[in-house]
């Protein structure tokens, strides 16, 4: 299975992205999904996590609030909502996946993933 991350792009500071995470080569309903990024000189961290049903969201509190993880697993797709983005949100954003032990189980550590996107840039200028 492959996944392909799409929507990235430069938005000036209080503005709005939306995120793509397309998966190809398996129906990923079975799979916990999530976001992570990594800015320059920094480790990657996590975003937001989502169940396999979709009915279970999870968020880094830097984002809570702002951000919507969601899923269509009729699409094999999973979005990131940005909104109210702020400079340091700035990174290389990644999605991630695994098969989950049960379908409503998130997961919130890098360690815990074993498929990963290439990436695709967020760059928020103030």
């Known amino acids: 299975v492959q996944f392909v991350e799409s929507g990235g792009g430069l938005v000036q500071a209080g503005g709005s992205l939306r995120l793509s995470c397309a998966a190809s080569?398996?129906?990923?309903?079975?799979?916990?999904m999530g976001w992570f990024r990594q800015a320059p000189g920094k480790e990657r961290e996590f975003v937001a996590a989502i169940s396999g049903s979709g009915s279970i969201p999870y968020y880094a509190d830097s984002v809570k609030g702002r951000f919507t993880i969601s899923r269509d697993n009729a699409r094999n797709t999973m979005y990131l909502q940005m909104n109210s983005l702020k400079p340091e949100d700035t990174a290389v954003y990644y999605c991630?996946?695994?098969?989950?032990?049960?379908?409503?189980?998130?997961?919130?550590?890098?360690?815990?993933?074993?498929?990963w996107g290439q990436g695709t840039q967020v760059t928020v200028s103030s």
């Open positions: 080569g398996r129906t990923v309903s079975s799979y916990a």
């Open positions: 991630a996946a695994r098969r989950a032990i049960y379908s409503e189980r998130v997961y919130s550590s890098k360690w815990e993933y074993n498929y």
